[in-house]
């Protein structure tokens, strides 16, 4: 089997940047989504439990900082079919040594790159154009009880959102800011 992934180390720990490497012709193209065998090196554990789209009309919106607590914790597969998008993890592990730091990667529908990020993370992005297409693959299936977040204006965290946020739902603008008793979840 010839491989369509490229898995790259990000500065955090076990949060890895997967490159889609397209095969195309004159016709078009073919890209590889999800690949359990090649990502299994990446870490990914489970089977495909969830698949979500979503689109957010707006640029400078924001969507996060999402995820969700043990025993409901996931990993997910994030990656843009259309637009662009500034995408960001934020370590929660309890007792990582990268704690509460942050990665952001651009991801869009012509870089070919996505985001694995593993349990014990929250996951918010910013989208950079108008109508942008996001798809994730989840190993576990959305739980309303697990759910948990934090504001994305949080200044403990300090995200260096691209832009200043146009948008951002009454949900995630209720979320906290991360309090001083946070000592992460377990992962």
Known sequence: MSRRLVIE??????LKRVRRLPLGDARGF????????????AGWRAPVAQVNQ?????RASVRGLHYQRPPHAEMKLVQCLRGEVFDVAVDLR???????????????EDN???????????HGLQTLADDVDMLYCHS?????????????RDPRLAIAW??????????????????????????
């Open 162 to 187: 691209p832009l200043p946020i146009a948008a951002l739902s009454p949900r995630d603008d209720a979320h906290a800011f991360v309090g001083a008793d946070f000592d992460g979840v377990a992962a």
């Open 112 to 122: 070919g790159v996505a985001l694995l990020i593993p349990e014990g993370f929250a």
């Open 140 to 152: 576990a299936a959305y739980t309303p009880a697990a759910e948990a977040g934090f504001h994305p």
């Open 9 to 14: 180390d990000t500065p955090i720990a076990g």
């Open 54 to 58: 979503t689109r957010t009309r707006e």
């Open 94 to 108: 309890r007792g990582s040594p990268t704690f509460l730091r942050w990665h952001g990667e651009r991801l869009s």
């Open 30 to 41: 073919l890209v590889r989504l999800f690949c359990a065998d090649e990502l299994r090196d």
